[in-house]
């Protein structure tokens, strides 16, 4: 696997970055500003910036954003590894993180060399900037493999705040706003298939590429209107997929 560094690939926390790579998430809380809030309209429009570049992320605590996507690629053969270390890990690691520490090796136990070093380094920026976008001192982690379509209905969060991002397998796929039917999402369904071919047409469902770091607003984000984004898992047939998502509840 090549860890060679491009410039759309993670900030790396608690290191010194070179002149082409953006100010690393984690050396202040108050490094990366995050844009103020401005008073919302009742009919104010959703958004969902998208961007190469990471600051995009910060955009999430603006009202009238959903969610922000930076587009990332991932180093070459780092998605075949982590589904190889997957294969040998038969659950994923859930519990809680405190961001003021960032220490993430209980969640990348058996990885070895180059892709457990680039794999601590990723976790701890994304922790950090998360926690930066929500404020927050700790924050919900799970990481590790899926192998099941457990979330294959489209939603929304019960939290403030949430981050997705596929290391191996297929990524989230979400809906736009303007495109969702959010009568249909709330009532009960019998059949999961049914359910999404009401809440969202499927020509306009979107989809992340792996490495794609998504923050998504949570019903209960302070702006949000008690309306988090809609998004869903990918259908996995007999893939596994290795993925990050991390909270402020």
Not at 85 to 101: C, I, Q, T
Request: glycine share 8%; proline share 8%.
């Amino acid at each position: 696997m090549s860890m060679s560094m491009s410039a759309s690939e993670p900030v790396l926390v608690g290191t010194s970055s070179g002149s082409s790579a953006p100010t690393p998430a984690s050396a202040s809380l108050a490094s990366s500003p995050v844009e103020p809030l401005r008073p919302s309209l009742p009919d104010q429009a959703v958004h969902e910036p998208t961007s190469r570049e990471p600051a995009v992320l910060s955009r999430i605590a603006s009202r009238g954003v959903g969610l922000t996507i930076w587009e990332r690629d991932l180093p070459d053969g780092l998605p075949a590894e982590v589904a190889a270390w997957a294969r040998g890990r038969p659950e994923p690691f859930d519990g809680m993180l405190d961001v003021p520490k960032l220490d993430v090796s209980p969640w990348i136990s058996g990885m070895q060399g180059p892709l457990r070093e680039w794999m601590e380094r990723d976790l701890r920026d994304l922790a950090a900037r998360l926690a930066l976008a929500g404020g927050a001192r700790s924050l919900r982690f799970f990481f590790g493999p899926v192998r099941d379509d457990r979330c294959r209905r489209f939603h929304h969060d019960y939290v403030q705040l949430r981050l997705v991002t596929t290391y191996a397998g297929p990524g989230t796929e979400w809906a736009p706003e303007r495109d969702v039917d959010r009568e249909a999402m709330a009532r009960e369904w019998c059949c999961v298939d049914d359910a999404n071919r009401a809440i969202v047409a499927l020509e306009r469902v979107r989809h992340a590429n792996v490495g794609d770091v998504l923050i998504l607003k949570g019903a209960h984000h302070r702006t949000s209107a008690g309306k988090g984004a809609v998004h869903r898992s990918p259908p996995l047939g007999d893939a596994t997929r290795v993925v990050l998502i991390a909270s402020v509840l």
